[in-house]
C-alpha cells in the first residue's frame, strides 16, 4: 500500500535519510521509532511530500507519487496528522472535522450551499467523532478545548479525509498518562483495511499497536520486523541506552 525504494535526503553535509526500504500492506499498523534527530519527521515529510527526497522514490498503491504534491497524494489517500497546530481556533471541533470532510468530498468551494449541512459531511462527522471519542466536546470552540483533545481532534481532521494511508507523528507527545491510554483505544478501533504508520516515543503504546516495528537511527533503518523480536534485539537496548527497561 505504501512503498519506499532507497529512498534517501540530505540537507547539505547532513545525511538525513539513507537508503530507507520500507512496505507496509494494506491495513498493516507500522510503528516507527528511533531516538530524537533519527530522521523520522524527515522521512514522513518526504512521504506526504512536503519535501522531496534527494533520490528514491515512494509508491502508493502501486503508483510512484515521488513528484506529485501533498494535495495530489492527499487525494489517492495519503493523510498526515500534524504536530503543529493546524486547527481553526475560532471555530467548534464540529466544524473543524466538518471543513476537513467537506473538502475531502469537494463540497468546500459551492458558494450556494453550506457545506457543513450536506448529509455526506454530517455523515462523516459523525462516524469520525466516534471513532476518536470526539462526542463530548464536539460543539465547543477548539479554543476552550484541553491539549488532549486537540490532539484527538487532529487525528479526527486526518480521517475526516477518508484515508487510504494515516501517518501520525508522534500523537501522544505531550499528552498525559490517561490521554494516551485514551489513543490506545482509539488506533485499536481504527477500520481494519486503514493502513497506519505512526512516529511513536511511548514503547508500551507502540509495542501494543504495532504489528511490525520499524527502528530508524542516524537516518537508516536498523531493525524492520515484529513487535516481539524488537523487544528482544541487543542493537535497540544499545540504541535507546535502556529506556527499553521502561516499556
Ligand atoms: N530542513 C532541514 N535542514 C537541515 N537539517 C534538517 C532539516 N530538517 C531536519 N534536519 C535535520 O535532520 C535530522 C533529523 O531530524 P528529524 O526531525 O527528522 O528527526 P526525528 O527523528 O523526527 O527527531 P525527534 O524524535 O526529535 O522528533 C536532525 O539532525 C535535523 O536537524
Ligand atoms: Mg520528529
Same mark, same amino acid.
Given at each position: 500500500? $505504501? &512503498?519506499?525504494?532507497?529512498?534517501? %535526503?540530505?540537507?547539505?553535509?547532513?545525511?538525513?535519510?539513507?537508503?530507507?526500504?520500507? %512496505?507496509?500492506?494494506?491495513?498493516?499498523?507500522?510503528?516507527?521509532?528511533?531516538?530524537?534527530?533519527? =530522521?523520522?519527521?524527515?522521512?514522513?515529510?518526504?512521504?506526504?511530500?512536503?519535501?522531496?527526497?534527494?533520490?528514491?522514490?515512494?509508491?502508493?498503491?502501486?503508483?510512484?507519487?515521488?513528484?506529485?504534491? #501533498?494535495?495530489? @497524494?492527499? @487525494? @489517492?489517500?495519503?493523510?498526515?496528522?500534524?504536530?503543529?497546530?493546524?486547527?481553526?481556533?475560532?471555530?467548534?471541533?464540529? &466544524?473543524?472535522?466538518?471543513?476537513?470532510?467537506?473538502?475531502?468530498?469537494?463540497?468546500?468551494? =459551492?458558494?450556494?450551499?453550506?457545506?457543513?449541512?450536506?448529509? /455526506? #459531511?454530517?455523515?462523516?462527522?459523525?462516524?469520525?467523532?466516534?471513532?476518536?471519542?470526539?462526542?463530548?466536546?464536539?460543539?465547543?470552540?477548539?479554543? +476552550?478545548?484541553?491539549?488532549?483533545?486537540?490532539?484527538? !481532534?487532529?487525528?479526527?481532521?486526518?480521517?475526516?479525509?477518508?484515508?487510504? #494511508?494515516?501517518?501520525?507523528?508522534?500523537?501522544?507527545?505531550?499528552?498525559?498518562?490517561?490521554?494516551? @491510554?485514551?489513543?490506545?483505544?482509539?488506533?485499536?478501533?481504527?477500520?481494519?483495511?486503514?493502513?497506519?504508520?505512526?512516529?511513536?516515543?511511548?514503547?508500551? !503504546? +507502540?509495542?501494543?499497536?504495532?504489528?511490525?516495528?520499524?527502528?530508524?537511527?542516524?537516518? /537508516?533503518?536498523?531493525?524492520?520486523? $515484529?513487535? /516481539?523480536?524488537?523487544?528482544?534485539? +541487543?542493537?535497540? %537496548? /544499545?540504541?535507546?541506552?535502556?529506556?527499553?527497561?521502561?516499556?
Amino acid at each position: 500500500m $505504501l &512503498e519506499t525504494r532507497n529512498l534517501d %535526503k540530505s540537507f547539505g553535509a547532513i545525511h538525513v535519510t539513507r537508503n530507507v526500504a520500507l %512496505k507496509l500492506e494494506k491495513g498493516e499498523r507500522r510503528v516507527i521509532l528511533g531516538p530524537n534527530g533519527a =530522521g523520522k519527521t524527515t522521512l514522513f515529510n518526504q512521504l506526504v511530500g512536503e519535501i522531496q527526497p534527494s533520490s528514491g522514490s515512494i509508491h502508493l498503491a502501486g503508483e510512484d507519487v515521488t513528484r506529485l504534491s #501533498v494535495a495530489d @497524494r492527499a @487525494r @489517492r489517500g495519503l493523510s498526515r496528522s500534524y504536530q503543529k497546530n493546524t486547527l481553526f481556533d475560532g471555530l467548534t471541533v464540529w &466544524e473543524n472535522l466538518g471543513l476537513a470532510a467537506a473538502i475531502a468530498l469537494g463540497k468546500g468551494t =459551492g458558494l450556494m450551499r453550506d457545506p457543513l449541512h450536506d448529509p /455526506e #459531511v454530517i455523515e462523516t462527522v459523525k462516524e469520525v467523532a466516534a471513532l476518536v471519542n470526539l462526542g463530548r466536546s464536539l460543539h465547543a470552540p477548539v479554543a +476552550a478545548v484541553s491539549y488532549g483533545v486537540r490532539r484527538q !481532534l487532529e487525528v479526527g481532521i486526518a480521517l475526516a479525509t477518508r484515508p487510504k #494511508v494515516l501517518l501520525m507523528d508522534e500523537p501522544t507527545s505531550g499528552v498525559g498518562p490517561e490521554m494516551s @491510554r485514551g489513543f490506545h483505544r482509539l488506533l485499536k478501533n481504527l477500520p481494519r483495511d486503514l493502513t497506519v504508520l505512526i512516529i511513536e516515543h511511548d514503547m508500551d !503504546l +507502540a509495542f501494543d499497536v504495532a504489528d511490525t516495528i520499524t527502528v530508524l537511527n542516524y537516518g /537508516e533503518v536498523v531493525f524492520d520486523g $515484529l513487535p /516481539e523480536a524488537a523487544r528482544n534485539s +541487543a542493537l535497540l %537496548k /544499545e540504541i535507546y541506552l535502556g529506556s527499553w527497561e521502561d516499556a
